[in-house]
T-cell receptor
Framework: DAGVIQSPRHEVTEMGQEVTLRCKPISGHDYLFWYRQTMMRGLELLIY????????DSGMPEDRFSAKMPNASFSTLKIQPSEPRDSAVYFC???????????????FGEGSRLTVL | LAKTTQPISMDSYEGQEVNITCSHNNIATNDYITWYQQFPSQGPRFIIQGYKTKVTNEVASLFIPADRKSSTLSLPRVSLSDTAVYYC????????????FGQGTELSVKP
């Protein structure tokens, strides 16, 4: 398996623009997580899904952020409008927890580095 | 919510054994302890997980006392490539295995 795939790897945009980050989890995994990492705040959990259903979005900073998982192989994190303080590395991770096969391992993608000017 | 506390940074030399201790006083019965490693510009990578006693794999060992209020990650004979941030986390099993990351321990291995 290719692992968790995120795109784009780097994005530079201007304040006010819409940003869409994409994630393809590992095939067969039933949990998907979005994290954000900054120097000041470290790794923050934004939202996570189970079987494509959002379970906990309490980490989403504000209404400008939204996430969807239309099917088991794709998720998006959208920021509209973007602000300079949204500049960070956004990680997607997936895991398999069903059928008693959970191992405690989250598989992270390589991240999308967002810079909002 | 089980919070973890670990040293902010540690220094070591190549070939030494490194032990990083983490406290998690409020760990729940169903929760596991897991450790992740993160290199610059990469996503965190799973190292090891345990519930109690000792777990060993090809990378590290994890020691967990009976009360489970702390754990120690042991890295045998570190090399320069082990320079990274190491995170101790409690796996919230009843919340989909959700991981809440703390600040981590920045390990610097010197020649």
């Amino acid at each position: 398996d290719a692992g968790v795939i995120q795109s784009p790897r780097h994005e530079v945009t201007e304040m006010g623009q819409e940003v869409t980050l994409r994630c393809k989890p590992i095939s067969g995994h039933d949990y998907l997580f979005w994290y954000r990492q900054t120097m000041m705040r470290g790794l923050e959990l934004l939202i996570y899904f189970n079987n494509n259903v959002p379970i906990d979005d309490s980490g989403m900073p504000e209404d400008r952020f939204s996430a969807k998982m239309p099917n088991a192989s794709f998720s998006t994190l959208k920021i509209q409008p973007s602000e300079p303080r949204d500049s960070a590395v956004y990680f997607c991770a997936s895991s398999l927890m069903s059928s008693g096969s959970y191992t405690g391992e989250l598989f992270f993608g390589e991240g999308s580095r967002l810079t909002v000017l | 919510l089980a919070k973890t506390t670990q040293p902010i940074s540690m220094d070591s030399y190549e070939g030494q054994e490194v032990n990083i201790t983490c406290s998690h006083n409020n760990i729940a019965t169903n929760d596991y302890i897991t450790w992740y490693q993160q290199f610059p510009s990469q996503g965190p990578r799973f190292i090891i997980q345990g519930y109690k006693t000792k777990v060993t794999n090809e990378v590290a060992s994890l020691f967990i006392p009976a009360d489970r209020k702390s754990s120690t990650l042991s890295l045998p004979r570190v090399s320069l490539s082990d320079t990274a941030v190491y995170y101790c986390l409690v796996v919230l099993y009843n919340q989909g295995g959700k991981l809440i990351f703390g600040q981590g321990t920045e390990l610097s291995v010197k020649p």
